[in-house]
């Protein structure tokens, strides 16, 4: 038996048993890692942001600048554009590459999409697109997770942990909230709450947010004060909110759908001139509406302590900033949608606070909570992670009081989006792109083993069956079956239950098969 081939069945099965305490000071070192890296990220980001304005405001004073500033961008815009051709896992969001890599669909090259993703956000938020930091600081987490596995030659199995432990401390970073970051990549991104990706996860969660926190404090990203919790009688006007943001969130998902067809059934533009675009589109907007420029940080900000927006300028905002946020990501420019459709949420929900102040006469000093709720209510609708959407707005705005209020307009969007037949935003990104390759799953060599685990769902056509009642998909073996603390060797007669998690060996190049095939086979469809 080759015993050096760290990837044959015997090392495979070795070190699956052995590695889980390693992997929580795995998950530390690449938390630590991630945490540096995003916070050198947020710091060029929020520079680039001051520089901006001053920009905006020497243009503004001196307009014969302006065709100087258009050059700028458009050649910016063309160099992001080359970037993105030369590594294509670099555009958009991120967190729809890094399901497909841990689903085995797609391949990532961690210290090319680390400097590209990091390179290009820079130059296309900084200079203004309405795109946000999280969904590429998800995705540079995910490279340093798989770069540590990659130098540190770690089997497979291990690195595809270390990458969801990156995207953890990725997010954990970008917001100040480790908790959000920790339920989001299971939530969302590894589809799997087993007890060690949990543990590796929240270590380097809590690592990253350790080394953002050093630099940036401990204070939650939206530090709003004087917050007057919602009476518990005015939750009916929490689930309208919740219907409503739901409605709006189905909207989100197929406009920015729609919005990249567009940019592809047009043929007078190669693709590398995409980016021009939104950013030319920016130089209009930073001279009459600065406010929408960039992630909306500073617009959610704005929106609690000022307070002063008349109905007309909220519209007026709500639709400029939704259609500069498609203009921007459907361009494929790297950058996250997390940021601005948090920001488009706080709008809608000033808007619904206005309304009912002016035409139903209701409290004004509630006004800053359905910023708040509709903010977790249009993730929800958009992303469908509705835990995610309440822990991440919870530790945002740093206001556990609304809780309860949170989580209520979560689950009501969440219903509405699901009712009206939304997949979830992410699972629609991921698709497009593996249509866009021909659904050609990554190679490996048949030689070189893999272990995949799977969680067995109440309902799936796993659930309740006998090993030997189940017709087993080729070139696959069931090697464990964890059930709480107690590992069995699996057996003809042994039965599965809801909760169970299944070990798979299979060989490298049938991995993505064989994880489509279990995935049906142990979630309810």
């Known amino acids: 038996m080759d015993t050096n081939n760290k990837n044959n069945t015997y090392n495979s099965l070795f070190h699956w048993h052995s590695f889980r305490l390693k992997l929580v000071f795995e998950g530390i070192a690449v938390g630590i890692l991630t945490g540096f890296v995003v916070v ?10 001051i520089l901006l304005t001053e920009v905006y405001q020497g243009l503004t004073q001196r307009p014969i600048l302006i065709p100087i500033w258009v050059c700028v961008l458009a050649v910016l815009g063309y160099s992001v554009g080359l970037m993105v051709k030369y590594e294509p896992m670099i555009s958009g969001s991120g967190i729809p590459q890094v399901k497909g890599v841990l689903l085995r669909k797609l391949e990532m090259e961690w210290w090319k999409v680390i400097l590209g993703k990091f390179i290009g956000g820079v130059l296309v938020i900084g200079t203004g697109l309405s795109m946000g930091r999280e969904g590429p600081s998800v995705q540079l987490g995910a490279a340093v997770g798989q770069g540590f596995s990659k130098l540190f030659k770690r089997i497979k199995i291990e690195e595809k942990y270390l990458i969801t432990s990156g995207a953890s401390a990725g997010l954990a970073a970008a917001f100040n909230a480790p908790l959000a970051g920790v339920m989001f990549a299971l939530e969302e991104i590894h589809k799997n709450f087993s007890p060690i990706v949990l543990l590796s996860a929240l270590s380097a969660a809590l690592s990253a947010d350790f080394v953002s926190s050093q630099f940036f404090g401990l204070k939650p990203v ?3 004060t004087n917050l007057t919790i919602l009476p518990l009688r005015s939750y009916a006007y929490i689930v309208l909110l919740g219907m409503i943001t739901g409605v709006l969130g189905v909207a989100f998902n197929k406009t920015i759908l729609r919005t990249q067809d567009l940019y592809v059934e047009q043929k007078w533009l190669s693709k590398r001139f995409w980016i021009i675009i939104p950013l030319l589109i920016s130089v209009v907007l930073g001279l009459r509406l600065p406010q929408v420029l960039g992630g909306g940080h500073e617009l959610i900000v704005s929106l609690v302590t000022t307070g002063n927006f008349s109905l007309t300028i909220l519209i007026v905002l709500l639709l400029v900033k939704f259609l500069f946020t498609m203009a921007s990501f459907g361009s494929g420019a790297p950058g996250g949608i997390f940021l601005p459709l948090l920001a488009i949420g706080a709008i809608i929900g000033n808007v619904y ?11 004004s000093g509630f006004m800053s909570n359905f910023i708040i709720l509709a903010m977790a209510g249009y993730f929800t609708a958009v992303v469908r992670a509705p835990i995610t959407g ?4 919870t530790e945002m705005t740093g206001s556990f009081s609304h809780l309860l ?10 219903i509405v989006a699901d009712l009206l037949g939304s997949k979830p935003i992410y699972e629609s990104l991921l698709d497009r792109i593996l249509h866009k390759q021909g659904e050609r799953a990554v190679m490996g060599n048949e030689k070189t083993k893999s272990i995949l685990e799977f969680a067995v769902c109440l309902g799936s056509m796993l659930d309740g069956k006998k090993i030997k009642e189940v017709t087993w998909p080729s070139d696959c073996l069931l090697v464990s079956v964890k059930r709480g603390e107690r590992e069995i060797i699996p057996k003809g007669d042994t039965v599965i239950y809801p909760g169970d998690y299944l070990i798979v060996l299979t060989n490298e190049d049938r991995v993505s098969k064989i994880n489509d095939i279990m995935i049906q086979m142990a979630h309810v469809n």
């Open 40 to 49: 050198l990220y947020r710091y060029a980001l929020e520079e680039m942001g």
């Open 222 to 224: 939206f530090n709003f």
């Open 405 to 414: 209020s949170l989580a209520v307009v979560s689950i009501v969007a969440y």
């Open 390 to 393: 309440t822990i991440l707005i």
């Open 353 to 363: 606070g206005v309304v009912l102040v002016q035409f139903f006469h209701f409290e």
